[in-house]
Every structure is written in structure tokens, then in C-alpha cells.
């Protein structure tokens, strides 16, 4: 590495912006003493939050895996059960399966498009199966209605993993209503953060006060310390709720910067023979969480999307692979019983840029002009 390049500031792939009423919310919940698990800013976030996704209540909880821990348990899943889940996502959308006791059903990537293919869903689905989980990757909204309707032809439940869809729509809906159980995350790296935080959102009323009972140690009597069921400590301190409230007051510029940060990126690269775009489906909005591209194997052959991640990083750029699909990791390996070749293929070749929401014009058009150059180089050896 060069001197030159290794002078050149870092850019983050995605970092908090800690503007507006952040510090304002968090010194008033420090000043109350209200700092633990209830507070006027939990209750405040919660209903901010329902007001959003015009539902009567939602629960807030301490990350968006205890979020997605809860949606299973409120769906009825059970040990043995069999619960369909995209290949290509976090490991956490996984991760809660097992959680519960339950097999996970790797469900491949379309191969068009990063997000779990509806034409082969229905093929999944046995006797056991219990319910589906949607993954809205990276921001860009699942074509939800085909999952709606194999759901309902076979009783099961449909939980939206929409923790990295905040601000994204399907047919007019945000996403995290559309699906029996949606759950959220407001971990550093998201559109907007609590730190670390998530929430759960339903349209059926009494599934959000079962989950306020399981996150508060399923809490029958404070008084007596009565407990009738096993319960979790899954809650949002006062102090986070404080930074979501402020969060959610600038949450739409957040994701207008983000949406605008992937136009320009997608504009960049029209055309450009080593690249594949991806878009939403035509009726969906992206939240544009994080930026994503491919790869054209065919006219940069021997290249992967590590070696663009590594050429990107060593000019200070900070870049990465699609998620590593769940059927291959090593957890999950025993349960790939269904091949998932685009999910392979898109992990393979797919990568993130910076797309934060505070990413300077100027810095993209660094990163722009950093992946044109690694290209043209890979181009002018072939
Ligand atoms: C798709 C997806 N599901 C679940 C999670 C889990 O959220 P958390 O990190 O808040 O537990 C994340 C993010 O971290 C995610 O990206």
C-alpha cells in the first residue's frame, strides 16, 4: 500500500448518526434516573413506534434476535417443529430456530435477486412445517403476496424479519405489518439505533401483550414474584428508548440519505459490464439499509467479491461479502437438505458499499471511482 492511499480517511460501511434530540433525550432519561427496563421514554418509543406502523401496540426489547426469539414463540412454534428461513440472511434470523427447538428449512435466493425465491417455497413446506420467515436483505422488501397466500393455503405463520427494513414499503404497507409477527433492529450499524434494541409489531393486539409478558420474566404478580410461565428478560432500557425516540423524529431524512446514496451508486454503475444491479420488486420501496452488487463472473473471471472487499479495504474503504449462507455454516450444516445454489452464487459474488447516512458526495464518488478502478484493472489484465 502506498503511502498516498494509506492516508486517505476511512469509510465506514454504515455509522450512527447521532444528530437532533439524541443527546438531549438521553441526558433528560439520565437526569429522571429512570435508567433501567420502564420509563417514560420506553412507553413513549412504543407508542411512537405503533403510531408508525399504524398497529395498536408494539414491545420494544433489548436487540432484534430477542425480537425474532419472541415472534417464534409467539407463532407456537415448538421443539420438532419445521420453520422455513432464506439462506442468504444474518445468522441470527437462523440462530432463533434453534433457540426454540425447531429445524430450519433453507429456503434459496432467487436467481435475480438477493432475496428468497417464492417459486420455491411451496416445495419446502411437509407436515411439520410451522412457519415461514421473511428476510427483507439489506432493505429491499420481499415480494410478500405469493408468501402471503401459500401461508394461508396452509395455516402457517409468516414472521417478518424487517431488522434491516426500517423506512421500506411493500404495496403501501411498511414492512414489519404485513406478516403475522414483525421485528426490527436498532443495532449501531442500522438506519436508525438504539445502540443495541429491536421491536416487535403485530396487527393482533393480544399477540403484543403476550410478548410484553414474555420479555418481563412472564411476570403474573410483581408483587408476589409470580411467574406461571418460563419468561425472558428481553427488555429496552429507559436510556435507549430515549436515543429511539430521537432516532425515529429524523428517521425519514436518515432513510431519504440512504435511498439517495443507492441511486447514485445504481446510476454509477448502469451498464457496466462486471456489475449487477439489484431492485426491489416494482410495487416495493428499499429502505436502502445497505447498497448491494454483484459480480458478472463472466467478464471478470477468477474474481470474487473478496477480492473486491480486500482491494476496497486497503484504500481505506470499508466493504463486504454478502452473508456467508446458513446452509453452510457449520451449526446449520446438518439441516441443508435442500440445495440453495443462488444463495452460494450471490454470496460468492455480492458486495456492500458505504452507505451511511451521514456519506458525503464526496467520499462516495471515492468509493465509486475505487470499484471502476479495481474493475478496470481486473478488465485490462484479462
Ligand atoms: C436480517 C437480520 N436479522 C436479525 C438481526 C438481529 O438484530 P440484532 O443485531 O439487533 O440482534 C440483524 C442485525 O443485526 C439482521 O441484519
Same mark, same amino acid.
Given at each position: 500500500m502506498s503511502n498516498a492511499v494509506a492516508m486517505q480517511p476511512f469509510i465506514p460501511l454504515s455509522e450512527p448518526c447521532l444528530e437532533g434530540n439524541t443527546w438531549n433525550y438521553v441526558k433528560d432519561a439520565l437526569d429522571s434516573g429512570?435508567? !433501567? !427496563?420502564?420509563g417514560p421514554y420506553v412507553t413513549r418509543f412504543e407508542q411512537e413506534m405503533a403510531y408508525y406502523f399504524n398497529v395498536e401496540r408494539t414491545v420494544a426489547t433489548v436487540n432484534g434476535t430477542a425480537a425474532l426469539h419472541i415472534a417464534l414463540l409467539l407463532a407456537g412454534v415448538q421443539p420438532g417443529d419445521e420453520v422455513i428461513v432464506p !439462506?442468504?440472511?444474518? =445468522?441470527s434470523s437462523i440462530n432463533v430456530i434453534r433457540y426454540v427447538q425447531a429445524t430450519p428449512v433453507f429456503w434459496d435466493s432467487q436467481a435475480t435477486h438477493w432475496n428468497a425465491d417464492p417459486a420455491k417455497?411451496? %416445495?419446502? =413446506? &411437509? #407436515?411439520k412445517t410451522k412457519a415461514i420467515i421473511t428476510v427483507h436483505l439489506y432493505g429491499h422488501p420481499m415480494n410478500m403476496e405469493p408468501v402471503l397466500d401459500v401461508a394461508a393455503r396452509h395455516n402457517l405463520k409468516v414472521i417478518e424479519d424487517a431488522a434491516e427494513a426500517m423506512g421500506a414499503y411493500w404495496q403501501g404497507q411498511p414492512c *414489519?405489518? =404485513?406478516? &403475522?409477527i414483525g421485528c426490527l433492529s436498532f443495532n449501531g450499524?442500522?438506519?436508525? &439505533?438504539?445502540g443495541g434494541g429491536g421491536l416487535i409489531i403485530s396487527q393482533n393486539t393480544a399477540l403484543m401483550e403476550r410478548a410484553h409478558y414474555l420479555i418481563n420474566? %412472564?411476570?403474573?404478580d410483581a408483587l408476589t414474584f409470580s411467574h406461571d410461565e418460563v419468561g425472558y428478560n428481553y427488555r429496552l432500557t429507559n436510556v435507549q428508548a430515549a436515543m429511539g425516540v430521537a432516532q425515529l423524529e429524523q428517521v425519514s431524512r436518515f432513510v431519504q440519505n440512504r435511498q439517495d446514496i443507492a441511486r447514485r451508486y445504481s446510476e454509477a454503475f448502469? *451498464?457496466? #459490464?462486471a456489475l449487477l444491479r439489484f431492485a426491489p420488486p416494482a410495487d416495493a420501496i428499499s429502505s436502502d439499509w445497505l447498497y448491494g452488487v454483484a459480480l458478472n463472473p463472466e467478464a471478470? #473471471? *477468477?474474481?470474487t467479491a473478496m477480492d473486491m472487499v480486500k482491494a476496497l479495504n486497503d484504500q481505506q474503504i470499508q466493504s463486504r461479502p454478502f452473508f456467508k449462507p446458513g446452509h453452510l455454516q457449520k451449526p446449520f450444516q446438518p439441516f %441443508?437438505?435442500? #440445495?440453495?445454489p443462488n444463495a452460494e452464487h450471490w454470496q460468492r459474488y455480492g458486495f456492500n458499499l458505504p452507505s451511511s447516512s451521514t456519506l458525503m458526495p464526496d467520499q462516495q464518488t471515492r468509493v465509486i471511482q475505487s470499484v471502476m478502478d479495481v474493475l478496470d484493472q481486473w478488465i485490462g489484465q484479462a
Amino acid at each position: 500500500m502506498s503511502n498516498a492511499v494509506a492516508m486517505q480517511p476511512f469509510i465506514p460501511l454504515s455509522e450512527p448518526c447521532l444528530e437532533g434530540n439524541t443527546w438531549n433525550y438521553v441526558k433528560d432519561a439520565l437526569d429522571s434516573g429512570w435508567v !433501567s !427496563s420502564v420509563g417514560p421514554y420506553v412507553t413513549r418509543f412504543e407508542q411512537e413506534m405503533a403510531y408508525y406502523f399504524n398497529v395498536e401496540r408494539t414491545v420494544a426489547t433489548v436487540n432484534g434476535t430477542a425480537a425474532l426469539h419472541i415472534a417464534l414463540l409467539l407463532a407456537g412454534v415448538q421443539p420438532g417443529d419445521e420453520v422455513i428461513v432464506p !439462506s442468504l440472511t444474518f =445468522i441470527s434470523s437462523i440462530n432463533v430456530i434453534r433457540y426454540v427447538q425447531a429445524t430450519p428449512v433453507f429456503w434459496d435466493s432467487q436467481a435475480t435477486h438477493w432475496n428468497a425465491d417464492p417459486a420455491k417455497l411451496e %416445495a419446502l =413446506i &411437509t #407436515p411439520k412445517t410451522k412457519a415461514i420467515i421473511t428476510v427483507h436483505l439489506y432493505g429491499h422488501p420481499m415480494n410478500m403476496e405469493p408468501v402471503l397466500d401459500v401461508a394461508a393455503r396452509h395455516n402457517l405463520k409468516v414472521i417478518e424479519d424487517a431488522a434491516e427494513a426500517m423506512g421500506a414499503y411493500w404495496q403501501g404497507q411498511p414492512c *414489519g405489518r =404485513i406478516g &403475522t409477527i414483525g421485528c426490527l433492529s436498532f443495532n449501531g450499524n442500522k438506519t436508525m &439505533t438504539t445502540g443495541g434494541g429491536g421491536l416487535i409489531i403485530s396487527q393482533n393486539t393480544a399477540l403484543m401483550e403476550r410478548a410484553h409478558y414474555l420479555i418481563n420474566q %412472564a411476570k403474573d404478580d410483581a408483587l408476589t414474584f409470580s411467574h406461571d410461565e418460563v419468561g425472558y428478560n428481553y427488555r429496552l432500557t429507559n436510556v435507549q428508548a430515549a436515543m429511539g425516540v430521537a432516532q425515529l423524529e429524523q428517521v425519514s431524512r436518515f432513510v431519504q440519505n440512504r435511498q439517495d446514496i443507492a441511486r447514485r451508486y445504481s446510476e454509477a454503475f448502469v *451498464g457496466h #459490464p462486471a456489475l449487477l444491479r439489484f431492485a426491489p420488486p416494482a410495487d416495493a420501496i428499499s429502505s436502502d439499509w445497505l447498497y448491494g452488487v454483484a459480480l458478472n463472473p463472466e467478464a471478470v #473471471p *477468477g474474481y470474487t467479491a473478496m477480492d473486491m472487499v480486500k482491494a476496497l479495504n486497503d484504500q481505506q474503504i470499508q466493504s463486504r461479502p454478502f452473508f456467508k449462507p446458513g446452509h453452510l455454516q457449520k451449526p446449520f450444516q446438518p439441516f %441443508a437438505q435442500h #440445495p440453495c445454489p443462488n444463495a452460494e452464487h450471490w454470496q460468492r459474488y455480492g458486495f456492500n458499499l458505504p452507505s451511511s447516512s451521514t456519506l458525503m458526495p464526496d467520499q462516495q464518488t471515492r468509493v465509486i471511482q475505487s470499484v471502476m478502478d479495481v474493475l478496470d484493472q481486473w478488465i485490462g489484465q484479462a
